[in-house]
């Protein structure tokens, strides 16, 4: 295999050890990575937020962070949460690489782990291994029923799934829109399927960008024209009736 050039890479550490975040960045500058390359977050929140505004070829994660840890990070990512690409090279940073993480990272498509304390070696090879490996099939809706059984987890997405009351009739009205209507952020009045009838969304979910133009890149795939979304203040499209 020929090797990545690193000098270009750009990478994102996630640890919430200040100590751990200097050292891997020491041994990646070390490796020609430049520093303005290499962006650092203490949380798996913090990351979220950097991967809103940054874009990034790998991320080298720890799995025990509070309140996100690294499991929630990586389902985030891959679920289209982020304005990065949901199939990004994701590396875990771990001593506890035990076979239930194990499990967990591969329903997640994670590019493997690296033992802490890490060392330069191992980072590189790793590093290596997953830029040169083929990338899951992007499908940010896949991962939304893999449960990383963390109270995070539950929140944010696992009532999301819950059975859900019907909708109130002083709620906001709905709106029937085409993919290029809808603005990320909006919330589904409906449920959000397939052409086959699979669930890409429940009603209530939010749908970002990323899950945006996965639907209109892949059309065929998933047959999806319009969706139904709370009506906003300023839209001047009609709103349809409910039944």
Known sequence: MISVDLVRL???????????????????????????????????????????????????????????????????????????????????LSGHAD???????????????????????????????????????????SYYHVATGTEYDKKVFGRLFESRAPVAQDEPEECCLSLDQIKPGSRLTRDLRSKAGHLLLPRGATISANQLTVLKDYSERYGVAQIFVLESPESTVNPVARN
């Open 10 to 92: 750009r990478i994102l550490i996630v640890d919430d050890q200040t100590l751990v975040r200097t050292l891997i960045s020491q041994a990646l500058q070390s490796m020609g990575i430049r520093q303005e390359h290499i962006f650092q977050a203490a949380d798996g929140t913090a990351a979220m937020r950097l991967l809103d505004i940054r874009m990034v070829d790998i991320m080298l994660c720890d799995v025990q962070m509070q309140p996100m840890n690294g499991m929630d990070l990586l389902k985030e990512l891959r679920c289209g949460h982020t304005a990065n690409v949901s199939n990004l090279p994701f590396v875990f």
């Open 99 to 141: 076979r239930s993480n194990v499990v967990l990272a591969s329903q997640l498509h994670a590019d493997g782990f690296v033992v802490k304390p890490p060392k330069p070696a191992d980072v590189e090879k790793a590093i290596q291994t997953a830029m040169q490996r083929v990338r899951p099939e992007i499908d940010p809706f």
